[in-house]
């Protein structure tokens, strides 16, 4: 499955875009093969819980990044090697959790971005189902689903509109 493996530098973008860029201030790390990635953002909220989330991979995610905002939550991981596994193959772009996620020694093989607050091992529950946004607030920004991300090693910015070809 062909991604967009272009890489566009956070920082240009934030030279063309001093004033509308939004930057997520979390420090996120860096757990899948690549570490520059961007695409149309897909925004879910949940605590604790995947409950939903292979199905919303499951819908492709060619030329689109998906957006988990998990409260910050280390408790529980919100995806494991597995599922970063469908994501790749459903042609996802990348994968940004504000929260945890386990078995990262899976993700570095994967050619594909996955931004993660932290690692723990626990498995998430299963009572609370992911729920389906078109804004998350986290990290001093406002993610909306159909804003366009851009993630690199610097950060994680977003746009109302892509701006690349």
């Known amino acids: 499955m062909a991604r967009d493996n272009k890489i566009i530098r956070t920082a240009d973008i934030c030279d063309n875009h001093r004033d509308d860029a939004r930057i997520c201030e979390l420090p996120f790390r860096d757990v899948g093969g690549r570490t520059h990635f961007h695409g149309e953002v897909v925004c879910v909220s949940t605590y604790e819980d995947n409950s939903g989330l292979r199905a919303v991979l499951a ?7 998906l957006v988990v ?12 090697g597995n599922i970063a596994k469908e994501a790749f193959e459903f042609g996802w772009e990348g994968l940004v959790f504000n929260g945890a996620i386990r078995d990262s020694h899976e993700f570095e093989v994967l050619d594909f971005g996955v931004k993660t607050l932290g690692l ?5 529950r299963h009572t609370t189902p992911m729920v389906r946004e078109t804004q998350l607030r986290f990290g001093g920004t406002v993610f909306n689903t159909g804003d366009y991300l851009y ?14 070809e």
């Open 120 to 124: 723990t091992a626990m498995p998430p």
């Open 151 to 164: 993630a690199d090693q610097d950060c994680v910015i977003v746009l109302d509109q892509p701006d690349h």
């Open 59 to 65: 819908e492709g995610g060619a030329g689109r990044v």
């Open 69 to 80: 905002d998990g409260r910050g939550s280390f408790r529980r991981a919100l995806c494991g």
